[in-house]
């Protein structure tokens, strides 16, 4: 597999993202469903922004290695939040997070009415190897 990043610009560097990834030769391709502050057992969390991010990326790790892929083949995040102010405030979990898999993903956060039941973060990615 070989990865191109696009970046015509510098800006987006601190905010862990690329502006596009070109992806050749892919063996295979992981699209996973949007990952959020769930438990083994099925409950929402209703807990804080950042223990809710928290989550959902240890979700999203578990999802991507059970299917033996690894983080670090994550070309594209969607992020989907219900308060974009709340979660800038901790959005260093996240950024910390890239960084440690050496993840260069093209990125696109929305903020949207309301997701399922107490969840405020979502993430859904897809993923090469």
Not at 86 to 98: G, I, K, N, S
Request: glycine share 4%; charged share 25%.
């Amino acid at each position: 597999m070989e990865t191109r990043i696009i970046n015509p610009w510098k800006w987006q560097d601190e905010r862990n993202y690329v502006q596009a990834v070109e992806v050749k030769n892919v063996k295979s391709t992981l699209y996973c469903s949007g990952q959020t502050a769930i438990s083994a057992d099925g409950i929402s969390s209703n807990e804080d922004m950042k223990t809710q991010l928290t989550l959902a990326l240890q979700n999203l790790e578990q999802v991507i290695r059970e299917a033996g892929y690894e983080c670090k083949g994550i070309v594209r995040l969607n992020i989907y939040t219900t308060a974009t102010a709340e979660l800038w405030a901790c959005f260093d979990v996240f950024q910390d997070w890239v960084t440690k898999h050496g993840i260069k993903q093209a990125l696109t956060l929305l903020e949207v009415k309301s997701l399922f039941e107490t969840l405020k973060v979502e993430l859904e990615a897809t993923v090469v190897k």
